[in-house]
Each structure stands twice: as structure tokens, then as C-alpha cells.
């Protein structure tokens, strides 16, 4: 028996054609965030040991040093490799969660203002919502918290995974000995200082990544159309370029995001690494920074351990936020 069109059957339609979107993103950034965890794991492990002492202890920390001590152990592919599981579910899931919710707060946002829930960006480089600089920011800041701290668990035991202090062997007996020795708070540890973190980098990751693909996508369509011999006015999709090119201007402004977010937020992942790995010698993240900002062992000028790890930080973001947004984008493209 067929059914007559009604305006239900539209509604639901509309609905299923939306849960359907939502769960591409939500595939869509399991699985870039899959892949770049597995990838870079390496260049977090070994921003972690860099981060995760004072300098009065860590004098020989540098990341040759670092390196070198990890290659002179028995399995020294392993070791690099280490924390991969925890990594892969944290990046994994929250990546998932963190792309299909910033998908649905700013297709909601542009309905809301009025913009276009569809219009393509930059020169037709992607099909995600158009939103202006101010709501990209709170989109992106708002997402991150609160998929921050869904995630927390999974990211306590990931640092202490990655950090030298501790030796676990499997993620039930890191969650064991967090429980045993610091009960439910220890899953949380460094929540504030992740969040003031995450919240700012996400926002303003969001906001560069949208203007580098503005001002890239531009000149790709505008090269695309004199390579054509195509003049601004003549037909077709005003603005769109091929998968190819959007590519590219995808992958090389998440790189470019990726890199100038970091160097702003680094500081308070220097922050939220020490509380994670040693909850009992920094009690929050206002006490880690006065400790951090009075160090100046070995002649480092005070505050300069809020900068540690910043160089391969930055490499390491550069090139996930590269493999991450611009796979993602391409698949749900």
C-alpha cells in the first residue's frame, strides 16, 4: 500500500536526512582522528616528556636527549608507539563526537542568524556551514569543552601513558591505580586548565581555518579559471573548484591553523600537562602557573617552561590538523 505525501512524511524525511548528515561527520571524524592518533603518536609522546617535569629534574630533557633515551631501550619502535591505544580512542572518539556536535551547533548557529546552513565557503572548497568570525569562535570553544570533558578519562590516562613516571601495562590497570590512589576526581585532573586550553585553541582554530580557506580557496579558483581561460563572469558554479584543488586549500589551511592556534594556547598545555602527571604536587592550574612562572633553573628566564615542547607542538598540530580536517572534509565533500 502506498502512502499519500504529507507534510509528516516531509518533516520526517528532513529529520532522517539530518541524523544521516550528522552521522557522515560523526564517521567522517572518527576516523581522521583515528588516523592522525595512530600517525603522530610519536610527536605526542615525546611532547609529553618534555612537559612533564620541572627543570631542576628534567635538565637533560631536551628532545635529542629524549630521543636517544628511547632508542637506547630494547624496544625503541615500541616505546615511541607507547600510549597509542588511549590515544586512538581518546582522538578517535572525540574527534567523532567533537566534528558531528560542531557540525549541528553551526548548522543551527546559520539558521538562526539567517546565513545559508549549506553555503560553500572559500571558493567552493567545502559544503560545511558559513558562519562569521565571532560565532565560528564560540562554536568552536563551546564544542571543545564540553567534548573535553566528556573525554577526560580516557585523556588522564593517555598522558600518564605517554609520561616517564608511570609504568602501566594495560588501561584497566591505569584505572585502577588513578582510582585506588586519587578516587573519581583523578579521571579529571587538569579539567580547567585543559578546558581554558582546548576552549580558546578549538575557537580560534575554527576561526583561522575558515579565513585560510576563504583567502586560499580565492586564489585556487581564480588560478583555476586563467589556467581555463574562464573570465569571473562566465557559467557554471560561480566559485566552486575540484575536489582536488579544495583539497589541498583544505589540508594546507588546517595545517596553518592548526599552527598559529597552537602557539597562542601552547602555555596552558604545558599547564594541563604537569597537573595531569603529578595532580599532587600542583593543585590547580592558578597554582601550577606560579610555580611554573617562579622556575629558573639552568639559567632559563622565568616563565620559559610554559613554552616547552612549543616547537614540536606546534609541528605535531600543524601537520594533525593538516591529515585531520583535511580528510575529513574530503570524505563528507
Same mark, same amino acid.
Given at each position: 500500500?502506498?502512502?499519500?505525501?504529507?507534510?509528516?512524511?516531509?518533516?520526517?524525511?528532513?529529520?532522517?536526512?539530518?541524523?544521516?548528515?550528522?552521522?557522515? *561527520?560523526?564517521?567522517?571524524?572518527?576516523?581522521?582522528?583515528?588516523?592522525?592518533?595512530?600517525?603522530?603518536?610519536?610527536?605526542?609522546?615525546?611532547?609529553?616528556?618534555?612537559?612533564?617535569?620541572?627543570?631542576?629534574?628534567?635538565?637533560?630533557?631536551?628532545?635529542?636527549?629524549?630521543?636517544?633515551?628511547?632508542?637506547?631501550?630494547?624496544?625503541?619502535?615500541?616505546?615511541?608507539?607507547?600510549?597509542?591505544?588511549?590515544?586512538?580512542?581518546?582522538?578517535?572518539?572525540?574527534?567523532?563526537?567533537?566534528?558531528?556536535?560542531? *557540525?549541528?551547533?553551526?548548522?543551527?548557529?546559520?539558521?538562526?542568524?539567517?546565513?545559508?546552513?549549506?553555503?560553500?565557503?572559500?571558493?567552493?572548497?567545502?559544503?560545511?556551514?558559513?558562519?562569521?568570525?565571532?560565532?565560528?569562535?564560540?562554536?568552536?570553544?563551546?564544542?571543545?569543552?564540553?567534548?573535553?570533558?566528556?573525554?577526560?578519562?580516557?585523556?588522564?590516562?593517555?598522558?600518564?601513558?605517554?609520561?616517564?613516571?608511570?609504568?602501566?601495562?594495560?588501561?584497566?590497570?591505569?584505572?585502577?591505580?588513578?582510582?585506588?590512589?586519587?578516587?573519581?576526581?583523578?579521571?579529571?585532573?587538569?579539567?580547567?586548565?585543559?578546558?581554558?586550553?582546548?576552549?580558546?585553541?578549538?575557537?580560534?582554530?575554527?576561526?583561522?581555518?575558515?579565513?585560510?580557506?576563504?583567502?586560499?580557496?580565492?586564489?585556487?579558483?581564480?588560478?583555476?579559471?586563467?589556467?581555463?581561460?574562464?573570465?569571473?563572469?562566465?557559467?557554471?558554479?560561480?566559485?566552486?573548484?575540484?575536489?582536488?584543488?579544495?583539497?589541498?586549500?583544505?589540508?594546507?589551511?588546517?595545517?596553518?591553523?592548526?599552527?598559529?592556534?597552537?602557539?597562542?594556547?601552547?602555555?596552558?598545555?604545558?599547564?594541563?600537562? !604537569?597537573?595531569?602527571?603529578?595532580?599532587? !604536587?600542583?593543585?590547580?592550574?592558578? *597554582?601550577?602557573?606560579?610555580?611554573?612562572?617562579?622556575?629558573?633553573?639552568?639559567? !632559563?628566564?622565568?616563565?620559559?617552561?610554559?613554552?616547552?615542547?612549543?616547537?614540536?607542538?606546534?609541528?605535531?598540530?600543524?601537520?594533525?590538523?593538516?591529515?585531520?580536517?583535511?580528510?575529513?572534509?574530503?570524505?563528507? !565533500?
Amino acid at each position: 500500500m502506498t502512502l499519500p505525501p504529507s507534510t509528516s512524511g516531509s518533516t520526517s524525511a528532513l529529520s532522517t536526512t539530518f541524523t544521516l548528515l550528522t552521522s557522515s *561527520h560523526f564517521l567522517s571524524g572518527g576516523l581522521s582522528g583515528l588516523s592522525s592518533a595512530i600517525i603522530l603518536q610519536p610527536a605526542d609522546l615525546l611532547k609529553t616528556r618534555l612537559q612533564q617535569a620541572p627543570p631542576s629534574t628534567t635538565a637533560t630533557a631536551t628532545l635529542l636527549n629524549t630521543i636517544r633515551t628511547l632508542s637506547s631501550g630494547p624496544s625503541p619502535i615500541r616505546a615511541l608507539w607507547r600510549g597509542t591505544l588511549p590515544s586512538a580512542l581518546r582522538t578517535g572518539v572525540g574527534s567523532a563526537l567533537y566534528f558531528s556536535s560542531l *557540525h549541528a551547533v553551526r548548522r543551527s548557529l546559520a539558521k538562526a542568524t539567517s546565513k545559508s546552513a549549506h553555503s560553500p565557503t572559500g571558493g567552493g572548497v567545502s559544503s560545511l556551514p558559513q558562519l562569521p568570525s565571532e560565532l565560528n569562535l564560540v562554536a568552536g570553544s563551546a564544542t571543545r569543552a564540553i567534548v573535553g570533558f566528556i573525554m577526560m578519562p580516557i585523556t588522564i590516562i593517555k598522558v600518564r601513558y605517554e609520561s616517564s613516571m608511570y609504568s602501566y601495562t594495560s588501561l584497566s590497570a591505569a584505572s585502577r591505580d588513578i582510582f585506588r590512589s586519587e578516587g573519581m576526581k583523578g579521571f579529571f585532573s587538569g579539567w580547567g586548565a585543559t578546558a581554558i586550553r582546548d576552549a580558546p585553541y578549538a575557537g580560534l582554530y575554527v576561526v583561522f581555518y575558515e579565513k585560510f580557506k576563504v583567502g586560499l580557496g580565492k586564489i585556487v579558483a581564480g588560478r583555476e579559471r586563467i589556467a581555463g581561460g574562464q573570465k569571473s563572469g562566465d557559467g557554471g558554479e560561480k566559485g566552486r573548484i575540484g575536489w582536488q584543488s579544495a583539497a589541498v586549500v583544505n589540508t594546507a589551511s588546517g595545517g596553518l591553523a592548526g599552527a598559529v592556534a597552537t602557539a597562542i594556547t601552547n602555555p596552558f598545555d604545558a599547564l594541563k600537562t !604537569r597537573i595531569q602527571v603529578d595532580p599532587g !604536587r600542583y593543585r590547580n592550574m592558578w *597554582h601550577a602557573a606560579k610555580v611554573v612562572w617562579g622556575e629558573t633553573d639552568g639559567g !632559563r628566564w622565568r616563565g620559559r617552561s610554559l613554552f616547552d615542547g612549543l616547537g614540536l607542538r606546534i609541528a605535531r598540530k600543524a601537520v594533525s590538523s593538516a591529515v585531520v580536517w583535511g580528510l575529513y572534509e574530503g570524505l563528507v !565533500r
